[in-house]
């Protein structure tokens, strides 16, 4: 659905010196994909997605939307293809002055559509967002999730089958992101619509995507599968990106304060099991506890479902025999859970 090959993107940083803010990006985004792209302030994520709809033209490098290249398109044609992609923003960019029905029928006008007709639409789109009561009431009468609602709407009139989302949650509160994000998946299975979106959260990654890349400086350093990255990430940045998303890694820190139960007293092992398995069907810590003897004490478990597989891990407190541990963690490795030893604070023998 968008080949964007080798694209560099260069600013002029208004004396004499230029800003490279792509370097040489290239990405596949499939038809259907929810595609997330995360990256701190300043990486290079909008600049991205301009170029996705041309509102930034690519230094160099070349847009294929649906196999056709947008950059060789004269005004006339781009206007065409720019239908085919909505968009939407943190600060919705609604109009002030009309009503939800009056900013949703706005990119209608040159539609060619009769007056009943447009009112077909815009109703059939407010339905659709959850807002048809809300018809007549202002921007400035709304909360922020259903501004966006009403930024989905419009966004929409055109049937799109490309929907830009440039940190469209980041002024919103969790239970509201949470419910926007809901909408864009439903959006997604049933408009078949693929949408692109731009986060600084991994979270939202996991909620509701389906791909990754992870931009820094300009450049994407890791992409893939959600469920891939989240289980074997690569990048130093990723791996942080995912910290963020987990209680595994706050153990460090409550190591760090000595809060009681975490340190392992003498003989123990305190280690970080992950799963990166699709399917985890045995249920290894009992089992582990059965083999070879030991205790496995669980002091934090994180488990969730992203992409529709569990994914995530425990920590826990290896307790018994020495070389026993060193078995039971060597069996772990094998059925391909990953054991991070925190502080092993047995003997040496
Ligand atoms: N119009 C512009 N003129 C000059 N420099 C620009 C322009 N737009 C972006 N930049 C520069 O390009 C780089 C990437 O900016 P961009 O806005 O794409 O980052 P971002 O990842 O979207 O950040 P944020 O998370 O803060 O929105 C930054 O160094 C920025 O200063
Ligand atoms: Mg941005």
Redesign the pocket.
């Known amino acids: 659905m968008i080949e964007i090959d080798n694209i560099v993107k260069t ?1 002029s ?1 208004g004396k004499d010196r230029e ?1 490279e ?1 792509l370097k040489n990006v290239s990405l596949t985004i499939n038809d259907g994909d929810i595609y997330g792209i995360i ?10 997605v301009r170029c996705i709809n041309l509102l930034g033209r690519p230094t160099s490098g070349s847009v294929r939307i649906d196999g056709k290249d947008i950059t060789s398109l004269d005004a006339k044609h781009l206007r065409e293809e720019r239908k085919k992609i909505g968009m939407i923003f943190q600060h919705f960019n609604l109009m002030p002055s009309r009503t939800v029905f009056g900013n949703v029928a706005f990119p209608l006008k040159k539609s060619g559509l009769s007056k009943a007709e447009i009112q077909k639409k815009v109703r059939k789109l407010l339905e659709m967002v959850e807002l048809s009561d809300r018809e007549n009431a202002y921007p400035s009468e709304l909360s922020g999730g259903q501004k966006q609602r009403v930024a989905i709407a419009r966004a929409l009139a055109n049937d799109p089958k490309i929907l830009l989302s440039d ?1 469209a949650t980041s002024a919103l509160d969790p239970q509201t992101t949470g419910s926007i994000l809901k909408l864009l998946k439903k959006l997604n299975e049933k408009l078949n619509i693929t949408i692109v979106v ?1 986060t ?1 959260e991994m979270d939202v990654i996991k909620q509701i995507c389906n791909k990754v890349a992870v ?1 820094e400086q ?1 450049a994407v350093v890791e992409s893939g599968d959600v469920f891939d990255v989240f289980a074997n990430p690569k990048h130093p940045l990723t791996k942080d990106f995912i910290k963020t998303t987990s209680n595994l890694y706050k153990v460090e820190e409550m190591l760090n304060s000595n809060i009681a139960g975490v340190v392992p007293e003498k003989g123990e092992v305190l280690a970080r099991l992950t799963y990166i398995q699709k399917e985890v069907s045995e249920p290894l810590i009992s089992s582990v506890t059965q083999k070879f003897g030991i205790l496995l004490n669980i002091l934090l478990a994180d488990v969730e479902i992203v992409s529709g597989s569990p994914i995530g891990g425990t920590v826990v407190k290896f307790n018994g025999e020495s070389i026993r541990i060193d078995e039971a963690i060597q069996y772990l490795r094998e059925k391909q859970v990953g054991v991070e030893v925190i502080k092993d604070a047995r003997n040496p023998y």
Do not use: C, P, Q, R
């Not at 990256?39 to 991205?48: D, E, P």
């Open positions: 600013f940083d800003v803010a990256g701190f302030s300043g990486a290079g994520k909008s600049t991205l940190e731009i600084h931009m300009g």
